[in-house]
């Protein structure tokens, strides 16, 4: 299964890439594959293995100001493995072409 996760802590400022940070340090110490983008982070895993870090990163989250919005998107296509990468790849094959690059200027 691959997730969408956007954790927004409220009440605790403007500035939150401090406390987006501890969202992030409790994803990365879960050892599951993820990517972060600039709205959300994905996330690759078995249910129960996602689900507790949605978990985790939640509560990270509520603790900087006592109230936290999150948001889930979960692809759960049965005996998949590998399509944080491969869904990307997939559309790129068909299009000839990589996607999504930074422009060098």
Excluded: C, F
């Excluded at 790129?92 to 930074?102: A, D, F, M, W, Y």
Aim: hydrophobic share 40%.
């Amino acid at each position: 299964m691959v997730i969408s996760l956007s954790v927004v802590p409220i009440g605790a400022g403007t500035e939150l890439r401090e406390h987006l940070a501890e969202v992030l340090r409790v994803i990365d110490e879960s050892g599951l594959p993820y990517r972060l983008n600039a709205m959300s982070t994905e996330i690759e895993g078995e249910w129960d293995e996602v689900m507790a870090v949605v978990k985790a990163a939640h509560e990270a989250g509520r603790r900087p100001g006592g109230r936290v919005v999150t948001h889930i998107v979960i692809d759960d296509r049965e005996g998949a493995t590998g399509r944080l990468e491969g869904k990307v790849a997939d559309v790129e094959q068909v299009l000839g072409k990589s996607l999504g690059r930074p422009k060098k200027t």
